[in-house]
Every structure is written in C-alpha cells, then in structure tokens.
C-alpha cells in the first residue's frame, strides 16, 4: 500500500475526531491491532479508530511484554499501521519508555511522527510492572504529553491507564483509582483506564467517582458492551486478547496438521487470498 502522508494539520482533525468519539452517544468501542494486517481489518469491520496493543505487538517481534521492546521498535509498528489506516490510531505505548518529563516530551513528539494521535500512558513503569509511580511523579508525565502536543500543534489524546486494582491494595484500589484518574484528568488527560475490573457494582462506582471518560478492558467476566454503556462506561478495549486468540487458532492449526494431517480449520478460518490481495491494495477485479 502507499503510505499516507498527514500534516499535523491533518493529525489535529483526526486527533480532534478521536476525541469526540469518547463524548457520543455510544461508547467508543476498540479492537485493539497489533500488525498492519489486523488493523486493516478492524478498519474494514467499520471501527472508527484502531487501537494498538503493546503485549500484542511484543509477542509479533518475539518479546514478552513490559517495555521490553523499545520506544523506537514500537513506534516502528505503530507508523506502519497509521500509514495504512484512514481512520485515528490511538497507540499503546506502556508507561512512556522513561520515567521523567523529559522522556514523555520525546515520546510524544516520536508518536506524532509516527502519525498516531492518541496513546495509552500507564502508571507503573518497568519490565516488573510491581510498584505504582508516585502520584506527582505520573501527574507531571502526563502533563508533559499534554503540554507536547500543544505545542507542536496536535491535540493528542490521552488514555491515562491506573493499575490500582493490579498493583495496589485491593481494600484501596477503586478510592485509588478514582483519586488518580481525577487528577490525571485534571493534568490533560482525555480518559482513564482503569484495568482488570470486572464487577458491575465497582465499574458504577468509578464511573460515579471520576470526573471524565473511563476506558474498562473488556472480556470474559466482564459486562457486555450494552451494559457497560448502560454503567456510564465511554471506552471498551480488549487489549491483547484478539492477538492470544488468533495465536491460539495457529496453535490449532498446527498441532492439527502436524498430529492429524488434517486442514479443516484452515479451511474453515483462512481469509481468501484474492480477498487479501484487494484488502492490501493489489487491484484486483
């Protein structure tokens, strides 16, 4: 495909647009890509942006999850799906790739020319993701994204994530939650995810208690789409999950044809190829 060149002028509206889609009358669904290939088909389903996953992407390159890819390798993935989608791209950039102000300046700037509008920013750093940032700390990073983007003329969005309910105590976690979430609101953030909430009592006492969007990740356990919407939920993601389950297809299809000789699955699940080859640009009738 031939990549797509966007001015921040363009980047602003889709940025703008992004925005807007936490605020309608439906919440903002995401099924979250991790290559060209899935985001060009979330794209074709009639998602209005696409959303990136970080473990996703990890696994693609052969690395587990945890910034244990690079700010530069992910960005690498996430400018080829922006070039190849017309829609916004929101990228799941883990905890910025740097502690201090100085590396979320960077890391902004770097999103932006990799021509996505929006990013996830967690609130745990480091391959062990086992200690939550101090709240000043993580208000100030947030503050630095937003005052980026300003500055180079893109309104980026921010998913400002808060892993209370993984990583604090779970007596605190929602009153921990709700008091992050609202002060990274207050730093510029445009939502709060808030991870690994599943209980329709508490999901309702975060939406009460944060003063903007909140993102829930969704899956099994959690409510359905209709009655998070219904809880006052404006964003549902799935994260890595569309990745694990595609994985776990190819592990089928493997252990099917290396064990039965068979290719059932492969004929019940494969995506024709001229139908690819148009999705991908090849012109065919």
């Given at each position: 495909m031939t990549p797509v060149t966007m001015t921040n002028a363009t980047l602003s509206d889709k940025a703008s647009a992004l925005r807007a889609l936490h605020h309608g009358a439906r919440p903002l669904v995401l099924a979250n890509a991790w290559d060209v290939a899935s985001a060009r088909l979330v794209e074709e389903a009639g998602f209005p942006a696409v959303a990136t996953t970080s473990?996703?992407?990890?696994?693609?390159?052969?690395?587990?999850?945890?910034?244990?890819?690079?700010?530069?390798?992910?960005?690498?993935?996430?400018?080829?799906?922006?070039?190849?989608?017309?829609?916004?791209?929101?990228?799941?950039?883990?905890?910025?790739?740097?502690?201090?102000?100085?590396?979320?300046?960077?890391?902004?700037?770097?999103?932006?020319?990799?021509?996505?509008?929006?990013?996830?920013?967690?609130?745990?750093?480091?391959?062990?993701?086992?200690?939550?940032?101090?709240?000043?700390?993580?208000?100030a990073r947030v503050r630095a994204v937003r005052e980026t983007g300003q500055a180079i003329g893109v309104p980026v969005v921010i998913n400002a994530r808060t892993d209370t309910f993984h990583l604090g105590k779970p007596s605190r976690a929602a009153g921990e939650a709700v008091e992050r979430g609202n002060a990274y609101l207050e730093a510029g953030a445009d939502c709060v995810f808030v991870p690994f909430v599943r209980?329709?009592?508490?999901?309702?006492?975060?939406?009460?208690?944060?003063?903007?969007?909140?993102?829930?990740?969704?899956?099994?356990?959690?409510?359905?789409?209709?009655?998070?919407?219904?809880?006052?939920?404006?964003?549902?993601?799935?994260g890595s999950a569309p990745m694990r389950a595609t994985l776990g297809l190819v592990r089928r299809i493997a252990r099917d044809l290396h064990e039965r000789?068979?290719?059932?699955?492969?004929?019940?699940?494969?995506?024709?190829?001229?139908e690819l080859q148009r999705l991908f640009g090849a012109g065919l009738p």
């Open positions: 473990a996703g992407i990890a696994y693609a390159l052969g690395c587990a999850d945890g910034e244990r890819v690079s700010r530069k390798e992910m960005l690498l993935v996430v400018r080829r799906i922006a070039a190849a989608v017309s829609v916004p791209v929101t990228a799941d950039l883990e905890a910025g790739y740097g502690s201090g102000q100085e590396a979320m300046v960077r890391t902004t700037r770097e999103l932006v020319a990799a021509g996505a509008v929006g990013l996830n920013l967690e609130d745990a750093r480091g391959k062990s993701r086992r200690k939550l940032l101090p709240l000043a700390a993580q208000v209980d329709r009592n508490v999901i309702a006492e975060l939406v009460r208690g944060i003063h903007g969007p909140i993102n829930i990740l969704a899956g099994p356990g959690t409510p359905t789409v209709e009655e998070l919407a219904e809880l006052g939920v404006r964003r549902v993601s799935v000789g068979t290719f059932e699955l492969i004929q019940e699940w494969a995506v024709p190829f001229d």
